[in-house]
């Protein structure tokens, strides 16, 4: 089966910088799949922070682009989130998607933002 481990997560104060790290394991289709990084807020939906094709493309939401950066090392199974100029609202649980065939989701690190 197909494991993610997110990692990375923690406390940072507004204005900070993270990265998180999805580790994919059990898959040998890494290299073709799609990568994820989701978030969910407190009482919020889930939603799409940003994706990166097998190829290389990217889709960012449109108010993180510029602060967030996805990319990934297919030589390590992972996928990364480089989350700069950090805000309260961005605090959320976030979570790794992988997506071949069918979707897979890690277990979720916490970000939280706060002074």
């Known amino acids: 089966q197909v494991q993610l481990v997110e990692s990375g997560g923690g406390l940072v104060q507004p204005g900070g910088s993270l990265r998180l790290s999805c580790v994919a394991s059990?898959?040998?289709?890494?290299?073709?799949?799609?990568m994820g990084w989701y978030r969910q807020g407190p009482g919020k939906q889930r939603e799409l922070v940003a994706s990166?094709?097998?190829?290389?493309?990217?889709v960012y939401t449109h108010s993180l682009k510029g602060r967030f950066t996805i990319y990934r090392d297919n030589a390590k199974n992972t996928t990364y989130l480089q989350m700069n100029s950090l805000k309260p609202e961005d605090t959320a649980v976030y979570y790794c998607?992988?997506?071949?065939?069918?979707?897979?989701w890690g277990q979720g690190t916490q970000v939280t933002v706060s002074s």
């Open positions: 998607r992988l997506n071949y065939i069918r979707e897979y």
């Open positions: 059990g898959s040998i289709f890494f290299n073709l799949a799609t």
């Open positions: 990166i094709r097998s190829g290389g493309n990217t």
